[in-house]
């Protein structure tokens, strides 16, 4: 997974529940290893509906569920 800093405040990634510091495993059961994984990941799900995210907070793993709404 990659971690993610400087989260933008009012934005998506907010949103869904992602705080500086959480490291990024999966997005809809994907592994993530890069942020051009990412990248491409958020691609593919920006017109879906929903959105699945397995993160690690400190040591502990947590799944974000997010809902879309448009």
């Known amino acids: 997974g990659f971690r993610i800093d400087n989260v933008p405040s009012g934005s998506i990634i907010e949103a869904a529940g992602i705080k500086d510091g959480d490291v990024i495993c999966s997005v809809q059961g994907q592994q993530l290893q890069s942020m051009q994984d990412a990248l491409r990941m958020f691609n593919k799900v920006q017109?879906?509906?929903?959105?699945?995210?397995?993160?690690?907070?400190?040591?502990q793993p947590i799944t974000l569920k997010y809902e879309i709404k448009n």
């Open 47 to 59: 017109n879906q509906p929903h959105i699945e995210v397995t993160l690690l907070r400190g040591d």
